[in-house]
């Protein structure tokens, strides 16, 4: 089994063929899917896609590129979108001091109430950082020595300080598409070294396609040639690497089944 612990299936690149990309993913033996908050305007969007195909999950999130879009934002709004039975993380949120398509005032502000809404609730947060490191490691460890909370840095493409602060809080790391670039060797360096217990594998579908798909739109799918890559760095057969992923997935996301998560994920 492989799970695609990040994608955005609700964006407008899978309108015309959705049920072909399902496909394609079930054949190439993907079993759950996280479709990844990005503002709530497609919350319903998300939700819907979730009712129709049983083994797709949702988070509630906005992404630091929409900061400006909901300036009044609380963790209790988070909180009662979450309470959804197939919500079961909270973000995508974090930091882009890359694009910086909103004052980083405003991102931080954000990121401030995803962590409050991760913290009260219990589910994961999922953390998008780009070029932002010295702010995501601060705001992140002020709020966790108030109260700890769970989660994931998706689509990990930052320093080894970073990746061993995120490990040190507990967090999980997930190896995309990049994984595979060919200019991408400090990236791959980092995974050779992350726990076991630690690792995820995402597509961050329609973006980062992986080699050999690279410029193609991405899909749920080619996550597994990221986990094929990752198998081969880490010396391990793929079969045990796509178990590893998909318990790591179903130990971090402890909402994935309304059954229990055990008996959802061995199925």
Same mark, same amino acid.
């Given at each position: ?14 309108? +015309? ?38 083994? !797709? ?19 209790? +709004? ?29 991102? !931080? ?24 490191? @010295?702010?995501?490691?601060?705001? =992140? ?7 700890? #909370? ?14 061993? #602060?995120?490990?040190? !809080?507990?967090?999980? =790391? ?6 595979? #670039? ?13 726990? =076991? ?9 329609? #973006? ?19 986990? @094929? ?9 793929? +079969? ?22 055990? @008996?959802?994920?061995?199925?």
């Amino acid at each position: 089994m492989l799970v695609d612990s990040h994608c955005h299936l609700d964006f407008d690149d899978f309108e +015309d063929d959705m049920d072909d990309v399902i496909v394609r993913a079930r054949d190439c033996g993907v079993s759950l899917i996280l479709n990844a908050g990005n503002n709530l305007k497609e919350l319903d969007d998300q939700l819907a896609l979730s009712e129709k195909y049983p083994f !797709i999950y949702a988070a509630v999130g906005v992404h630091p590129h929409n900061a400006l879009e909901y300036p009044d934002l609380t963790a209790e +709004d988070l909180i009662a979108k979450a309470s959804h039975p197939k919500i079961i993380g909270i973000g995508e949120t974090g930091l882009d001091y890359y694009y910086d398509y909103a004052p980083r005032e405003a991102q !931080i502000k954000l990121l401030r109430e995803h962590i409050r809404a991760a913290q009260e609730t219990g589910l994961p947060l999922i953390i998008h950082n780009r070029d932002s490191d @010295e702010d995501m490691m601060s705001v =992140l460890d002020e709020a966790y020595r108030k109260k700890t #909370f769970s989660g994931v840095i998706h689509c990990f493409s930052s320093s080894r300080q970073f990746a061993d #602060f995120a490990l040190s !809080i507990g967090f999980y =790391l997930s190896a995309s598409g990049i994984i595979t #670039f060919n200019k991408s060797g400090d990236i791959r360096a980092i995974f050779e070294t992350v726990p =076991l217990d630690r690792l995820l594998v995402e597509t961050d579908a329609p #973006f980062l396609a992986p080699i050999p798909q690279r410029g193609h739109r991405n899909e749920p799918s080619f996550v597994r040639y990221t986990a @094929e890559k990752l198998a081969q760095l880490r010396d391990i057969p793929f +079969d045990q690497m796509a178990q590893i992923t998909s318990d790591n997935f179903c130990n971090l996301f402890r909402k994935a089944s309304d059954k229990g998560r055990r @008996e959802y994920c061995q199925k």
